[in-house]
Structures are given as structure tokens and as C-alpha cells.
């Protein structure tokens, strides 16, 4: 009876570890959705407002405030990001698949901001 009784706890620690994992790497996919929303965010600042501005030469001015204010967006995102996937990494526990480097990914995190906000500027100063 006790061998049978290991064996499914030994089962039961497994699929336990497999469920961490799966959920370890979900978060991964998270964060890498919070990257993309950043970059998507980009792209239309970008688009609304410094492209459409210069190619429509009565575009309103609401083009470029609307630019950033998808800037801002893509400066929240990442930051949202990083953190809640710290925060998730460090109520998770030890995992059996190599992680990232939390280090690395709070700096990308900050480093993908930063373009956000060099775009901002950009597109506030009608460069």
C-alpha cells in the first residue's frame, strides 16, 4: 500500500511540476504580448503622428496628440509588462526550464520605454 501511495504522489509531484511550468511559460507568451502591443503602439504614434502630419498637408493637429498619446501607450506597456511578469516569476517558485534573466527583462522592459519616449518627443516637436 505505501509503494502504491509513493508512486502516486511521485505522479502527482510531476503533473504538479508540469502545471508550473506550463503556467511559468504562459507568462512568458504574456510578456512577449506586452512587447508586441508596445511596438504596435509604436507604429501607429509613428503613423498618426508624424507621417500622416507631413503627406496630408491639412491633416489637423489632433494627428499628432493622438500620436502620442499612442506613444504614452507604448511607453505603459512595457513597463505593465516587466513588472507583472517579475511579479509572477517571483510568486511562482524555482522552475525546471531555464528562466530569463529578470534583470534582462525589467531592462528591455525600460529600454523599449525609452524609444517609446524618444518617439513622443519626436512627434511633440514636429521633428
Request: without cysteine.
Amino acid at each position: 500500500m505505501d509503494r502504491a501511495l509513493g508512486r502516486g504522489t511521485q505522479q502527482q509531484d510531476l503533473r504538479t511540476s508540469e502545471s508550473r511550468e506550463r503556467t511559468l511559460l504562459a507568462d512568458d507568451r504574456t510578456l512577449l504580448a506586452w512587447y508586441r502591443t508596445a511596438f504596435g503602439a509604436y507604429a501607429l504614434a509613428v503613423g498618426l503622428g508624424g507621417i500622416v502630419p507631413k503627406v496630408a498637408p491639412h491633416a489637423s493637429s489632433w494627428y499628432r496628440v493622438i500620436g502620442v498619446m499612442f506613444a504614452v501607450l507604448g511607453i505603459i506597456a512595457p513597463i505593465g509588462g516587466a513588472w507583472q511578469y517579475v511579479v509572477f516569476q517571483r510568486q511562482a517558485g524555482k522552475a525546471q526550464l531555464p528562466r530569463p534573466n529578470l534583470r534582462f527583462v525589467v531592462a528591455f522592459g525600460l529600454l523599449a520605454s525609452l524609444f517609446g519616449v524618444g518617439i513622443a518627443v519626436l512627434i511633440g516637436i514636429g521633428a
